[in-house]
């Protein structure tokens, strides 16, 4: 099985802030890595597809690269309804979540 | 609108059997991949199982901690799929979503359609 690591699991930033986000998987997944955005109560949504396809309705504030086992997720200028969980997920071989990194208010 | 909706939930006993319904509506669900995903109390997300279509076989494919005990299957004239439940253990307690599959490019299926969730709890 295919396991993904992110990191951190939690950071605390303020409105505004450019915040990164890291995942990594066990073995090389090419560009099959998607994110997706949890807020409390609520269902996930995807927000990046294919590593760094923007999912359609999705703000271009929200951006993702890499390629291989490394893969980041980048808000630029962070917004008040940016709090939330951030999940990444491989799809190289059925589908694995990362554990998650809870992106909270500073 | 593109929806999906969850029932069933329920609170049961560790060995029981308990059945999930995901209806959907606002789009051809015959035509995709429905799959399930579970989230604990407090926890990550966890994939389950999925069935394709039947233009696809309607194969299924099931997560190591639930195979053997959940089966999927989907009637495509009411849009409903179904994630049945057996031989259920405490360490089944969660968030059950129904999810579609789509292929937005080659090769990487993602979930872009989501239901609200049902409750499982699983207790003596």
């Known amino acids: 099985d295919i396991q993904m690591t992110q990191s951190p699991s939690s950071l605390s930033a303020s409105v505004g802030d450019r915040v990164t986000i890291t995942c990594r998987a066990s073995?090389?997944?090419?560009?099959?890595l998607n994110w997706y955005q949890q807020k409390p109560g609520n269902a996930p949504k995807l927000l990046i597809y294919?590593?760094?396809s923007l999912q359609s309705g999705v703000p271009s504030r929200f951006s993702g690269s890499g390629s291989g086992t490394d893969f980041t997720l980048t808000i630029t200028s962070l917004q008040p309804e940016d709090f939330a969980i951030y999940y990444c997920?491989?799809?190289?071989?059925?589908?694995?979540f990362g554990q998650g990194t809870k992106v909270e208010i500073k | 609108e593109v929806q999906l909706v969850e029932s069933g939930g329920a609170v049961v006993q560790p060995g029981r059997s308990l059945r999930l319904s995901c209806a959907s509506s606002?789009?051809?669900?015959?035509?995709?991949?429905v799959n399930w995903v579970r989230q604990a109390p407090g926890r990550g997300l966890e994939w389950v199982g999925y069935?394709?279509?039947?233009?696809?076989?309607?194969?299924?494919d099931y997560a190591a901690s639930v195979k053997g005990r959940f089966s999927i299957s989907r009637d495509d004239s009411k849009s409903i799929a179904y994630l049945q439940m057996t031989s259920l253990k405490t360490e089944d307690t969660a968030v059950y979503y129904c999810?579609?599959?789509?292929?937005?490019?080659?090769?990487?299926?993602?979930?872009?359609?989501w239901g609200q969730g049902t409750v499982v709890t699983v207790s003596s």
């Open positions: 073995q090389s997944i090419s560009v099959y």
């Open positions: 997920q491989q799809s190289y071989s059925t589908w694995t």
């Open positions: 069935m394709r279509s039947k233009i696809y076989g309607a194969t299924t």
């Open positions: 606002g789009f051809t669900s015959a035509d995709y991949t």
């Open positions: 294919a590593a760094s």
């Open positions: 999810t579609r599959v789509v292929r937005l490019t080659y090769g990487n299926d993602a979930f872009d359609i």
